[in-house]
């Protein structure tokens, strides 16, 4: 079946930086958009990054652009996120999600904490 599995979230200072990781397997990943969001305690999901199956047309939520780079190594079936300038309100479950279609995400990791401290 398909997974996603999400590494490298942890605690890190206001100004640091951390690189997430979504490994994905049970599918043909080459093949699919990947996307990262994010879900702080009380907050809705929200979106943060995507790209799509080449590693082209990157998009980004505003409240990250310019400090997250999202990135993908088709070979090794994952997917990156480098966070940089970190602040405290980037601090929540970092979750990475796929979807070859439009539309709805098909599947979804269970997510990784990031913790910005002040």
């Known amino acids: 079946q398909v997974q996603l599995v999400e590494s490298g979230g942890g605690l890190v200072q206001a100004g640091g930086s951390l690189r997430l990781s979504c490994a994905a397997s049970?599918?043909?990943?080459?093949?699919?958009?990947m996307g990262w969001f994010r879900q702080a305690p009380g907050k809705e999901r929200e979106f943060v990054a995507t790209i799509s199956w080449s590693g082209g047309s990157p998009t980004y939520a505003d409240s990250v652009k310019g400090r997250f780079t999202i990135s993908r190594d088709n070979a090794k079936n994952t997917v990156y996120l480098q966070m940089n300038s970190l602040k405290p309100e980037d601090t929540a479950i970092y979750l990475c999600?796929?979807?070859?279609?439009?539309?709805?995400?098909?599947?979804w990791g269970q997510g990784t904490q990031v913790t910005v401290s002040s």
């Open positions: 049970g599918l043909t990943f080459s093949t699919y958009r």
């Open positions: 999600a796929c979807r070859k279609l439009s539309g709805s995400w098909d599947y």
